[in-house]
Nanobody, 123 residues
Framework: QLQLVESGGGLVQPGGSLRLSCAAS????????IGWFRQAPGKEREGVSC????????NYADTVKGRFTLSRDNAKNTVYLQMNSLKPEDTAVYYC????????????????WGQGTQVTVSS
């Protein structure tokens, strides 16, 4: 069964950090760009970041640029989203997703999705 599984979410105070992981099972991430999207209650799903299959190219939404870092370890079949200087507006369910054609801002273009992990930033 082809799966993406996110982990690492939780409750953190403003200014704190979390590292989200996205692990694949049943297939290799080597040939996929991996994106992270998030969805807050009552809001549309938005793209956060994406990393190319090679790992050479990453892009970030303006709202997280300079605070979030996306990396991948193909040997572990895992992608990591390091989130620093977290703000209450970062509160959302975070989803990782895989796209065999490369990074895209369009969620519909992604092939596989994880179940999501909740990130709550609150004092």
């Amino acid at each position: 069964q082809l799966q993406l599984v996110e982990s690492g979410g939780g409750l953190v105070q403003p200014g704190g950090s979390l590292r989200l992981s996205c692990a694949a099972s049943g297939f290799s991430l080597d040939y996929y760009a991996i994106g992270w999207f998030r969805q807050a209650p009552g809001k549309e799903r938005e793209g956060v970041s994406c990393i190319s299959s090679s790992g050479f190219t990453t892009n970030y939404a303006d709202t997280v640029k300079g605070r979030f870092t996306l990396s991948r370890d193909n040997a572990k079949n895992t992608v990591y989203l390091q989130m620093n200087s977290l703000k209450p507006e970062d509160t959302a369910v975070y989803y990782c997703t895989a796209n065999s054609y490369g990074c895209s801002r369009a969620a519909l273009e992604y092939d596989y999705w994880g179940q999501g992990t909740q990130v709550t930033v609150s004092s």
